[in-house]
């Protein structure tokens, strides 16, 4: 496969992906997705609560938060049901197995909420009463924003466990879609356009975050997702990331951005949070996990 390049360069790449034997079901309600999502995190802790609210903020999903059992039941009476619970097993007063308990009954449950359990302790330790209790799923303590992402794209059914039964067609599955690349390294962009060539994706580059800004300033409209490099001259993701989230414009605020760097630590990761992005891909590249954020923002 040869990409569009003025120096011919020409790159060989096998890509196979796999297929299982039926996709995965939502566990939630058959119109909650990625975007109209609601969630209640419940944790005596506000420390964890705000760290809770950055991730989602991040993420670019909604989420109430509240320190108590009972105040959790208050909120949940006022607003109605939540779609995703996050909820702390150790509380004072109704503790989180106590309000898994009443929010699977029926008079809160409307058999499409997912109750997620957050604690330090052992998974093992804790399971047997917690299933009991109707825990769906569990998450470790601390949270991080790559777990949660995990954890909601699994509940929303896009978290697909692949099988050998052979590879699976991606041949126009972005046609009509449209994207920014941002990266200085002219190889990069290459190697990404030469793999996603097969989906019809509709890709436009820009090498550094000032041309990144002037090119979805001048049709905002345009991109309905950004792949923003963080090491970049002239400016970097960070900063083009801020820019761009100040531009007086609806999409500017709304457009998902997706920072592409090695550093994958959790600070790195909180750092593009926190300058306005909604998840990020580590580098070099996997094919499958690019897949997957794109499948999430244009498809979901």
């Known amino acids: 496969m040869t990409p569009k390049s003025a120096k011919g360069s020409t790159f060989g790449f096998t890509f196979t992906a796999k297929r299982g034997k039926e996709n995965k079901k939502s566990l939630l309600a058959p119109h909650v997705n990625f975007k109209n999502l609601r969630i209640l995190a419940v944790d005596d802790d506000p420390v964890v609560l705000e760290g809770i609210k950055?991730?989602?903020?991040?993420?670019?999903?909604s989420c109430d938060t509240v320190q108590s059992g009972e105040e959790a039941l208050r909120i949940i009476g006022q607003n109605g049901s939540y779609d995703?619970?996050?909820i702390d097993w150790q509380m004072p007063g109704v503790d989180g197995l106590t309000l898994t308990s009443m929010l699977k009954d029926t008079a809160f449950n409307s058999g499409n909420e997912v109750v997620i359990m957050i604690s330090s302790a052992d998974w093992s330790s804790i399971e047997e009463k917690a299933k009991k209790a109707g825990v769906d799923k569990?998450?470790?303590?601390?949270?991080?924003?790559?777990?949660?992402?995990?954890?909601?794209?699994?509940?929303l059914g896009l978290n697909q466990e692949p099988t050998k039964e052979g590879p699976q067609s991606v041949d126009g599955i972005f046609k009509g879609h449209r994207i920014l690349l941002v990266d200085d390294v002219e190889i990069n962009r290459e190697i990404v356009l030469a793999l996603l060539e097969?989906?019809?994706?509709?890709?436009?580059?820009?090498?550094?975050g000032k041309e990144a800004i002037s090119m979805f300033s001048a049709a905002p409209e345009k991109y309905e997702m950004?792949?923003?490099?963080?090491?970049?001259?002239?400016?970097?993701?960070?900063?083009?990331?801020?820019?761009?989230?100040?531009l007086h414009f609806p999409d500017a605020k709304t457009v998902p951005i997706v920072a592409m760097t090695a550093n994958v630590f959790k600070d790195d990761i909180d750092k593009c949070l926190k300058a306005g992005m909604n998840s990020h891909v580590g580098k070099p590249l996997d094919i499958e996990v690019v897949m997957e954020k794109l499948r999430m923002y244009l498809l979901g």
């Open 198 to 208: 097969p989906t019809q994706l509709e890709i436009d580059c820009a090498q550094n």
């Open 84 to 86: 995703i619970y996050l």
């Open 54 to 61: 950055d991730i989602m903020q991040g993420l670019g999903i």
């Open 226 to 246: 950004i792949f923003m490099d963080i090491q970049m001259p002239e400016m970097d993701g960070y900063e083009a990331t801020r820019n761009i989230r100040a």
């Open 138 to 155: 569990f998450l470790s303590k601390p949270l991080f924003p790559t777990t949660i992402e995990d954890v909601i794209n699994e509940c």
